[in-house]
């Protein structure tokens, strides 16, 4: 069934390239399919390296005037960009969970999470001044000013198709920077249509371009932008290989770099924490977007004296979830993004399962008449995790909470930092020295302390080690779009 809307112009079906909207070179085409049902049910295009080309050759002419705009000039654009986003709420919410899966609460949710950072940047573009230095010699005047860096290339995943758009290109606009991207190959439409509310907003021809590709044309069309040295940064948000790849591939023309990668997040209970606090914040942090963020919780340690008081109430929340697709007003867990998504899923939990692990609740697929196609799983619980188990080395990125007991404070720290990913962890205690140990201790970029809901346009989000650099959102995230010029003028006495 095809999607209408209210303002069906919202689905433009083509990439939008120097102010116009046109198919790929090649006229082909990339099906977008509903994951409830797997029933393609839209079209965008599939695009060509001379499609990506061309998307740099107008941003490259567009970027001086851009950059000359004054920043409240920008800002105003860009404010205009978060109304029109806010009054399309419905629409954009009904979009993203048809073509990504989530509830429609939650689509509708992160239509307005997405907002927030165009809000947040827009206010941040007037706010981009730079210093005047105390000068250590006489007669010269220092100064370090702020520049945009110029052309930027973002390259997003479907888990949330409208906030990692708004994430990157909203502090792009600010910053003064114009615009290539390339959305997730599952998601293109919630883009398109933010783009051509963009385009409402008054964003200049050329500034903003936007090209959808399949994920076997995905590295042509990026390729052409990693090789290109008037691309100065690459802003990209996915798997650690491809973070790695575009690591390595910027390398010869040292791109600027923002990478949000893999997590593979730590939740602790200590038997001090508020129990029924840490089953609300598990909750919220792991089953949000039926547990396909990369800060959900992959690991979850509980010590001894509460592991099984904790296990007990999280199975009876678990099991009250309900799963439908996100056209079901009820629908707390909707389908997982794809086939591959399910397998993976299915993968780590009989790994665990042979490995030792118990299935408390869940733990297989589900396709009955409330979830009548092939993308659902149940929310499940395993207890008797253990490290050497795939489900605590790689996200699963699915709803499974894996529950591993744990007896002493040095041990839970060294298995939490014991990954070479450290995006986000979360500990649950009321000992306010051990808040403050663990708050240093953890090896992560996000540390969340009696809270499992952490993000927030005003908070910087972003990792380390495997988890990547950069940080989103924040005033720490409109530094990555520019860089610093120091000017130095002498002869002044
Ligand atoms: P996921 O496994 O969650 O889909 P990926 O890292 O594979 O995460 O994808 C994130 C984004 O990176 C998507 O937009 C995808 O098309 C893009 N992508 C995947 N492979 C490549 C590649 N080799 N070169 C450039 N972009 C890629």
Redesign the pocket.
Known sequence: MPLSLQNQTLLPGRNFIGGEWCGSADDRTLSVADPATDEVFAAVPDSTAADARRAVDVAHAAFPAWRKTPAKQRAQIIKRWNDLIVSHVEDLGRLISREQGKPLAEGKGEVLYAASYVEWFAEEATRADGDVIAAPVPGRRMLALREPVGVIAA?????FPAAMIARKIAPALAAGCTVVC?????TPLTSLALVRLAEQAGVPPGVLNIVT?S?ER??E???VWLDDARVRKIT????T???K??ARRSADTLKKLSLELGGNAPFIVFDDADLDAAVDGLMVSKFRNGGQTCVCPNRIYVQDKVHDAFVDKLAARVGALVVAPATNPAAQIGPMINARAVDKIERHVKNAVSRGARVVIGGERIRNEQCPGPNYYAPTVLVDVDASMDCSCEET?GPVAPVTRFSTEADVVAAANATPFGLAAYFYSNDVRRIWRLADALESGIVGINEGALAAEAAPFGGVKDSGYGREGSRYGLEEYMHIKYVCQGLLD
């Not at 390259?155 to 888990?159: E, H, Q, R, V």
């Not at 990209?236 to 798997?239: D, N, R, V, W, Y």
Request: avoid cysteine; hydrophobic fraction near 45%; charged fraction near 20%.
């Open positions: 390259i997003t995943p479907w888990n390339k959305p997730a190959e599952d590709a994920r995905a590295a069309v990026v390729d990209f948000t996915g798997s290989p491809v973070g790849h575009l990125f």
